[in-house]
Antibody, heavy 127, light 112 residues
Framework: QVQLVQSGAEVKKPGASVKVSCKASGYTFTAYYMHWVRQAPGQGLEWMGWINPNSGGTNYVQKFQGRVTMTRDTSISTAYMELSRLRSDDTAVYYC????????????????????WGQGTLVTVSS | DIVMTQSPDSLAVSLGERATINCKSSQSVLYISNNKNYLTWYQQRPGQPPKLLFYWASTRESGVPDRFSGSGSGTDFTLTISSLQAEDVAVYYCQQYYSTPTFGQGTKVEIK
Protein backbone atom coordinates (compact mmCIF):
# COMPACT_ATOMS: atom_id res chain seq x y z
CA GLN A 1 0.00 0.00 0.00
CA VAL A 2 1.05 3.61 -0.46
CA GLN A 3 2.99 4.77 2.57
CA LEU A 4 4.89 7.91 3.50
CA VAL A 5 7.25 7.66 6.46
CA GLN A 6 8.78 10.84 7.83
CA SER A 7 11.87 11.49 9.92
CA GLY A 8 11.71 12.03 13.65
CA ALA A 9 11.06 15.06 15.81
CA GLU A 10 13.54 17.92 15.83
CA VAL A 11 14.40 20.67 18.29
CA LYS A 12 16.14 23.68 16.83
CA LYS A 13 17.26 27.10 17.99
CA PRO A 14 16.00 30.28 16.35
CA GLY A 15 17.97 31.08 13.23
CA ALA A 16 18.87 27.46 12.56
CA SER A 17 17.67 25.23 9.70
CA VAL A 18 15.79 21.95 9.73
CA LYS A 19 15.53 19.27 7.06
CA VAL A 20 12.64 16.82 7.19
CA SER A 21 12.57 13.67 5.08
CA CYS A 22 9.65 11.71 3.67
CA LYS A 23 10.27 8.20 2.36
CA ALA A 24 7.67 6.90 -0.08
CA SER A 25 6.81 3.29 -0.76
CA GLY A 26 4.12 1.31 -2.52
CA TYR A 27 4.05 3.35 -5.72
CA THR A 28 6.26 4.90 -8.40
CA PHE A 29 7.82 7.85 -6.57
CA THR A 30 8.42 9.94 -9.68
CA ALA A 31 4.84 9.65 -10.93
CA TYR A 32 3.16 11.85 -8.31
CA TYR A 33 3.83 15.33 -6.96
CA MET A 34 4.66 15.61 -3.26
CA HIS A 35 3.31 18.41 -1.09
CA TRP A 36 4.30 19.77 2.30
CA VAL A 37 1.70 21.04 4.77
CA ARG A 38 2.29 22.29 8.29
CA GLN A 39 0.13 22.54 11.40
CA ALA A 40 1.06 24.73 14.35
CA PRO A 41 0.07 23.36 17.78
CA GLY A 42 -3.70 23.40 18.15
CA GLN A 43 -4.06 25.23 14.84
CA GLY A 44 -5.24 24.52 11.31
CA LEU A 45 -3.45 23.36 8.18
CA GLU A 46 -1.15 25.49 6.04
CA TRP A 47 0.07 24.45 2.59
CA MET A 48 3.73 25.19 1.95
CA GLY A 49 4.34 23.99 -1.59
CA TRP A 50 5.08 21.02 -3.81
CA ILE A 51 7.88 19.26 -5.59
CA ASN A 52 7.64 17.29 -8.80
CA PRO A 53 9.80 14.26 -8.00
CA ASN A 54 10.29 13.52 -11.68
CA SER A 55 11.77 16.87 -12.73
CA GLY A 56 12.69 18.35 -9.37
CA GLY A 57 10.56 21.38 -10.18
CA THR A 58 9.07 23.18 -7.20
CA ASN A 59 6.31 25.64 -6.33
CA TYR A 60 6.39 27.40 -2.96
CA VAL A 61 3.86 29.56 -1.19
CA GLN A 62 5.08 33.15 -1.32
CA LYS A 63 5.12 33.30 2.49
CA PHE A 64 7.97 30.76 2.53
CA GLN A 65 9.87 31.92 -0.55
CA GLY A 66 13.54 32.29 0.25
CA ARG A 67 13.33 30.13 3.39
CA VAL A 68 12.05 26.79 2.11
CA THR A 69 13.76 24.34 -0.20
CA MET A 70 12.10 21.13 -1.38
CA THR A 71 14.30 18.46 -2.91
CA ARG A 72 14.21 14.76 -3.65
CA ASP A 73 16.43 11.75 -4.07
CA THR A 74 14.80 9.44 -6.59
CA SER A 75 17.30 6.63 -5.88
CA ILE A 76 15.75 6.17 -2.43
CA SER A 77 12.23 7.50 -3.15
CA THR A 78 12.60 10.25 -0.59
CA ALA A 79 11.46 13.86 -0.56
CA TYR A 80 12.95 16.53 1.67
CA MET A 81 11.77 19.85 3.01
CA GLU A 82 14.36 22.23 4.45
CA LEU A 83 13.28 25.37 6.28
CA SER A 84 15.91 27.93 7.19
CA ARG A 85 16.14 30.95 9.50
CA LEU A 86 13.75 29.27 11.89
CA ARG A 87 11.58 31.36 14.20
CA SER A 88 9.48 30.36 17.18
CA ASP A 89 6.33 30.56 15.08
CA ASP A 90 7.72 27.84 12.81
CA THR A 91 7.05 25.38 15.64
CA ALA A 92 4.64 22.95 14.03
CA VAL A 93 4.03 19.44 12.79
CA TYR A 94 5.22 19.20 9.21
CA TYR A 95 3.50 16.72 6.92
CA CYS A 96 4.37 15.41 3.51
CA UNK A 97 1.39 14.33 1.42
CA UNK A 98 1.13 12.79 -2.03
CA UNK A 99 -0.86 14.45 -4.78
CA UNK A 100 -3.17 11.81 -6.28
CA UNK A 101 -3.49 13.73 -9.56
CA UNK A 102 -6.38 13.22 -11.93
CA UNK A 103 -7.02 12.65 -15.60
CA UNK A 104 -9.73 14.05 -17.83
CA UNK A 105 -9.77 12.20 -21.09
CA UNK A 106 -6.18 11.76 -22.16
CA UNK A 107 -4.86 14.71 -20.17
CA UNK A 108 -3.58 14.27 -16.63
CA UNK A 109 -3.03 16.99 -14.07
CA UNK A 110 -1.58 17.78 -10.69
CA UNK A 111 -4.58 17.66 -8.34
CA UNK A 112 -3.43 19.86 -5.46
CA UNK A 113 -5.24 17.73 -2.95
CA UNK A 114 -3.53 15.35 -0.59
CA UNK A 115 -3.69 11.60 -0.09
CA UNK A 116 -2.13 9.92 1.75
CA TRP A 117 -0.26 11.92 4.36
CA GLY A 118 2.90 11.06 6.26
CA GLN A 119 2.69 10.63 10.00
CA GLY A 120 4.07 14.12 10.60
CA THR A 121 7.30 15.49 12.05
CA LEU A 122 7.21 17.83 15.03
CA VAL A 123 9.70 20.67 14.69
CA THR A 124 10.13 22.72 17.85
CA VAL A 125 11.96 26.02 17.65
CA SER A 126 13.09 27.22 21.03
CA SER A 127 16.05 29.01 22.54
CA ASP B 1 -5.92 33.64 -2.02
CA ILE B 2 -9.33 32.04 -1.63
CA VAL B 3 -10.46 32.18 1.99
CA MET B 4 -12.32 29.14 3.31
CA THR B 5 -14.64 29.66 6.27
CA GLN B 6 -16.21 26.75 8.12
CA SER B 7 -19.16 26.80 10.48
CA PRO B 8 -19.60 26.02 13.24
CA ASP B 9 -16.15 25.95 14.86
CA SER B 10 -17.34 23.03 16.98
CA LEU B 11 -20.43 20.96 17.51
CA ALA B 12 -21.54 18.26 19.91
CA VAL B 13 -23.89 15.61 18.57
CA SER B 14 -25.46 12.59 20.22
CA LEU B 15 -24.46 9.16 18.98
CA GLY B 16 -26.65 8.16 16.04
CA GLU B 17 -27.68 11.74 15.30
CA ARG B 18 -26.83 13.87 12.26
CA ALA B 19 -23.84 16.22 12.15
CA THR B 20 -23.64 18.97 9.55
CA ILE B 21 -20.58 21.06 8.77
CA ASN B 22 -20.61 24.01 6.40
CA CYS B 23 -17.79 25.43 4.32
CA LYS B 24 -17.94 28.69 2.39
CA SER B 25 -15.33 29.92 -0.08
CA SER B 26 -14.63 33.60 -0.74
CA GLN B 27 -15.00 32.95 -4.47
CA SER B 28 -16.42 30.16 -6.54
CA VAL B 29 -14.36 26.97 -6.78
CA LEU B 30 -16.50 25.61 -9.61
CA TYR B 31 -14.45 25.25 -12.79
CA ILE B 32 -16.95 25.91 -15.55
CA SER B 33 -15.08 24.06 -18.32
CA ASN B 34 -15.38 20.69 -16.59
CA ASN B 35 -18.25 21.46 -14.18
CA LYS B 36 -16.22 20.27 -11.21
CA ASN B 37 -15.98 21.83 -7.78
CA TYR B 38 -12.35 21.94 -6.65
CA LEU B 39 -13.01 21.13 -3.01
CA THR B 40 -11.99 18.37 -0.62
CA TRP B 41 -12.89 17.31 2.89
CA TYR B 42 -10.48 15.77 5.40
CA GLN B 43 -10.93 14.13 8.79
CA GLN B 44 -8.22 14.52 11.41
CA ARG B 45 -8.57 12.31 14.47
CA PRO B 46 -6.60 13.29 17.59
CA GLY B 47 -2.89 12.69 17.19
CA GLN B 48 -3.19 11.56 13.58
CA PRO B 49 -2.56 13.11 10.17
CA PRO B 50 -5.54 14.23 8.10
CA LYS B 51 -7.37 11.62 6.07
CA LEU B 52 -9.04 12.36 2.74
CA LEU B 53 -12.83 11.90 2.79
CA PHE B 54 -14.07 13.59 -0.39
CA TYR B 55 -12.68 15.24 -3.49
CA TRP B 56 -14.57 17.08 -6.23
CA ALA B 57 -16.80 18.11 -3.29
CA SER B 58 -18.86 14.92 -3.33
CA THR B 59 -16.72 12.01 -4.60
CA ARG B 60 -16.20 9.71 -1.63
CA GLU B 61 -12.71 8.31 -1.19
CA SER B 62 -12.49 4.53 -1.19
CA GLY B 63 -13.13 3.08 2.25
CA VAL B 64 -15.02 6.07 3.63
CA PRO B 65 -18.30 4.92 5.24
CA ASP B 66 -21.43 5.94 3.40
CA ARG B 67 -22.80 7.72 6.46
CA PHE B 68 -20.50 10.52 5.28
CA SER B 69 -21.70 12.65 2.38
CA GLY B 70 -20.43 15.78 0.67
CA SER B 71 -22.54 18.26 -1.23
CA GLY B 72 -22.67 21.80 -2.55
CA SER B 73 -21.42 23.84 -5.47
CA GLY B 74 -19.85 27.18 -6.26
CA THR B 75 -19.13 28.78 -2.90
CA ASP B 76 -21.21 26.77 -0.42
CA PHE B 77 -20.48 23.21 0.64
CA THR B 78 -21.64 20.79 3.30
CA LEU B 79 -20.22 17.68 4.94
CA THR B 80 -22.88 15.55 6.59
CA ILE B 81 -22.48 12.61 8.93
CA SER B 82 -25.89 10.95 8.89
CA SER B 83 -25.51 8.90 12.06
CA LEU B 84 -22.60 9.90 14.27
CA GLN B 85 -20.40 7.10 15.56
CA ALA B 86 -17.81 7.31 18.33
CA GLU B 87 -14.96 6.95 15.84
CA ASP B 88 -16.14 10.08 14.01
CA VAL B 89 -14.87 12.33 16.81
CA ALA B 90 -12.35 14.45 14.94
CA VAL B 91 -11.64 17.82 13.40
CA TYR B 92 -12.93 18.18 9.86
CA TYR B 93 -11.35 20.49 7.29
CA CYS B 94 -12.44 21.65 3.87
CA GLN B 95 -9.79 22.62 1.33
CA GLN B 96 -10.04 24.26 -2.08
CA TYR B 97 -7.68 23.41 -4.91
CA TYR B 98 -9.14 25.79 -7.51
CA SER B 99 -6.10 28.00 -6.91
CA THR B 100 -3.26 28.01 -4.35
CA PRO B 101 -4.52 25.41 -1.86
CA THR B 102 -6.14 26.83 1.25
CA PHE B 103 -7.96 25.17 4.14
CA GLY B 104 -10.86 26.08 6.34
CA GLN B 105 -10.09 26.64 10.01
CA GLY B 106 -11.56 23.28 10.98
CA THR B 107 -14.69 22.09 12.77
CA LYS B 108 -14.36 19.97 15.89
CA VAL B 109 -16.99 17.25 16.25
CA GLU B 110 -17.61 15.80 19.70
CA ILE B 111 -20.11 13.46 21.33
CA LYS B 112 -22.89 15.11 23.33
Amino acid sequence: QVQLVQSGAEVKKPGASVKVSCKASGYTFTAYYMHWVRQAPGQGLEWMGWINPNSGGTNYVQKFQGRVTMTRDTSISTAYMELSRLRSDDTAVYYCARDPGYCIGSSCYNGNWFDPWGQGTLVTVSS
Amino acid sequence: DIVMTQSPDSLAVSLGERATINCKSSQSVLYISNNKNYLTWYQQRPGQPPKLLFYWASTRESGVPDRFSGSGSGTDFTLTISSLQAEDVAVYYCQQYYSTPTFGQGTKVEIK
